[in-house]
């Protein structure tokens, strides 16, 4: 079943479960969204620089590189304003600088950025090839993306038991907890949608990307997506 991707209804939805976003995701990863943050960081050839957060939500992506580069200035945007109120809360008197902006029109000159990161944000984007080539415009040349998102393992048996999760378990203990309807829902049908890691990483090559890397995480139930801007 293909979905259709409107930008205000999925803000929308993101801001109704923002208040209760974080817990969620330690929730239904069983913490693992930790752990897959701090690898998608390590990514990153430079510790130290300018970096920008696309779709940062509540901003965990954000204090984690923070806390990896003393003099790193970090840039998290996101289209929900809601998400990115929680996210202010936690980045009090950090170097961590928030906007709301959409990630298929950055709001930055060409070449900025030396690293630019996104965690389970571009199965969102209207257009997932928009999205990239602002991502490739706003880095600067040899700057490098590191982003996470969930998938669909290839083992039957993780598979298996992976899909009935996703599909019956994860939808109600959302719909509990959030008090959203539909936002747990839309999640595993959006992860089927999603182009497989062979047409993802064509896409990625054709947007201009270099050295493209797709990296199984925990059985496969999340990809870890490097890659660099030539130059």
């Given amino acids: 079943m293909t979905i259709k991707k409107d930008p205000s209804k999925i803000s929308g939805m993101f801001s109704a479960i923002a208040p209760r976003y974080d817990l969620l995701n330690r929730l239904l990863s069983g913490g693992l969204d930790r752990r897959w943050r701090k690898t998608a960081i390590d990514q990153l050839p430079v510790k130290d620089g300018v970096f920008l957060d696309v779709a940062t939500g509540t ?4 204090l984690e590189q ?3 580069g003393a003099k790193a200035r970090i ?4 289209f929900s304003h809601e998400m990115l109120k929680a996210g202010r809360k936690k980045t009090v008197g950090r170097q961590i600088h928030l906007g709301r902006a959409d990630a ?3 709001p930055f000159r060409d070449a900025v950025f030396d690293g630019l990161t996104c965690a389970y944000g571009i199965r969102n984007f209207a257009s997932l090839a928009d999205g990239l080539k602002e991502m490739l415009r706003t880095l600067k040349p040899g700057g490098a993306v590191s982003i996470l998102e969930f998938t669909t393992p290839s083992n039957p048996v993780v598979k298996f038991f992976y899909l009935f999760y996703f599909s019956r378990i994860l939808p109600l203990v959302g719909r509990i907890v959030s008090g959203h309807p539909d936002a747990y829902t839309y999640l595993p049908m959006s ?8 047409k993802l990483a064509e896409i990625f090559t054709e947007c201009g990307f270099t050295g493209v890397k797709i990296r199984p995480l925990t059985f496969g139930i999340t990809d870890l997506i490097t890659a660099r801007k030539p130059g």
């Fill in 59 to 62: 901003c965990d992506v954000a």
């Fill in 66 to 68: 923070e806390g990896r």
């Fill in 75 to 78: 840039i998290g945007i996101d």
């Fill in 104 to 106: 298929l029109r950055l």
């Fill in 191 to 198: 992860v089927m949608n999603f182009p497989d890691r062979k």
